[in-house]
């Protein structure tokens, strides 16, 4: 039988540095994380993870990309846009991945280097922003980047910190309520050139 040759994206182990890769980037800063200790936690060469992923640039926006799987909002409709942003912020209180991984972890934690807090936000613009943008015919993105700070530091408020304010309120009227001001902006005009 031929040797088959794995290539990059393949293979069980491949999945098992990506797995550890999430919960160490979850755990600690982009800085504090090492290929070196990934390679060690899962028992292989530090050159078979670069070799896996090309650098730990990739690795980490590989991490994000599986941690934030099916979180994006690209193919919501226009008139569905406030309901699908009020459940994912609802819906999915401690949500985790496959991983034990709460996905605004990795976010959070990547906020303290610039590399990373870079690739983050590519992807909260990627995966957010621009698809709200362009649903709402936000010409500057101003409207979209207000929505996304508004349910990323609820959802840190109520997921990471559980504050009492954001944990203790009934779930229905905190949902109405941001409902509410999400669809305030959205209805708001900005004397920009909007629709």
Excluded: C, W
């Excluded at 991490?63 to 690209?74: F, M, Q, R």
């Excluded at 409207?143 to 309120?169: C, D, H, K, Q, Y």
């Amino acid at each position: 039988m031929p040797k088959r040759n794995v290539v990059r994206g393949e293979g069980e182990t491949r999945q098992r540095i990506l797995d550890a890769a999430i919960r160490s980037f979850a755990e600690a800063s982009y800085d504090e994380v090492s290929l070196r200790e990934i390679a060690t936690d899962v028992g292989v060469d530090v050159a078979y993870v670069h070799r896996s992923f090309g650098s730990k640039e990739q690795l980490f926006q590989e991490a994000l990309d599986v941690a934030g799987a099916d979180s994006g909002v690209s193919e919501d409709a226009r008139d569905e846009l406030v309901k699908s942003l009020t459940d994912k912020l609802f819906d999915r209180p401690h949500s985790t991945t496959s991983h034990g991984v709460e996905p605004l972890l990795l976010l959070i934690r990547s906020l303290t280097s610039q590399k990373a807090g870079q690739l983050s936000g590519a992807q909260i613009e990627r995966e957010f922003i621009e698809p709200i943008r362009t649903k709402l015919g936000d010409a500057n993105g101003f409207r979209s980047t207000v929505i996304m700070s508004l349910l990323i530091g609820l959802s840190i408020m109520r997921n990471l910190l559980e504050l009492p304010g954001a944990t203790e309120t009934d779930v229905e009227q905190a949902r109405a309520f941001v409902a509410t001001v999400l669809q305030g902006i959205i209805d708001l005009k900005t004397g920009q050139g909007e629709a």
